[in-house]
Structures are given as C-alpha cells and as structure tokens.
Nanobody, 125 residues
Framework: QSHLVESGGGLVQPGGSLRLTCATHVLTFHYYSIAWFRQAPGKEREGVSCSNYNDGDTHYADSVKGRFTISRDNAKNTVYMQMNNLKPEDTAVYYC??????????????????WGQGTQVTVSS
C-alpha cells in the first residue's frame, strides 16, 4: 500500500505549466527527504528534483533546471513540483518518493522507501 498520493498531472501544450502535488496521511514529511522521479515509455525511471530533509536544499536534473521547482509544506505533509515551459520530452508518469535520510538523491531509486502510484503528464499540441 502506497503512503504517498500524487495529483496534478494532465495534458498540456508545449510551453504550458502544471503543478504536481504529493501528499501523505501516514508519513511525517518533516523527517523525510522527498524526490520526484519520472518514467517515460520504454525508458528508465529518472530523478527529476528532490529536497533534503535536513537543510531543505533542492536539487534538479539538468534537463529541468530553471523550469521546475520543488517545494514543501511540512505542516500540510505536502510536496509540490511546479513545472513551467513544459516540453514534449517531459511527457512521462511522475512519481514522488520519500527517504528517511538527511539528504535526497536523484540517482539512487533504492534510496527511497515509499513511492506513490504516479500521475501522468502529457505535453502535446
């Protein structure tokens, strides 16, 4: 059973924006590093953005730097990812993941102990 629930995906035209939300009623996000991953058809799941538990620092894949922003509201146990200037290559299922670690990782999927079911993002005209 997944402890994380993503929402906010959908169909958007190139250049458009979406905001993804990851929420939990089980975990206390304040104690977790959180990441967003995505997986396009036929491709490996890749890290997109993440937020450290200990200092709140954020990290981004080169492909989304300057376009995506991860943020967290620990009081609401919610993490967001604002996605601007979307491109067709951003089309994928997006997953949030939580790690009971001080720092997050974009490279190691095994690092994360809890995953959501994913939300589809499609960028197409």
């Amino acid at each position: 059973q997944s402890h994380l629930v993503e929402s906010g995906g959908g169909l958007v035209q190139p250049g458009g924006s979406l905001r993804l939300t990851c929420a939990t009623h089980v975990l206390t996000f304040h104690y977790y590093s959180i990441a967003w991953f995505r997986q396009a058809p036929g491709k490996e799941r890749e890290g997109v953005s993440c937020s450290n538990y200990n200092d709140g620092d954020t990290h981004y894949a080169d492909s989304v730097k300057g376009r995506f922003t991860i943020s967290r509201d620990n009081a609401k146990n919610t993490v967001y990812m604002q996605m601007n200037n979307l491109k067709p290559e951003d089309t994928a299922v997006y997953y949030c993941a939580a790690a009971y670690r001080l720092r997050c990782s974009l490279d190691d999927k095994e690092y994360y102990v809890s995953w959501g079911q994913g939300t589809q993002v499609t960028v197409s005209s």
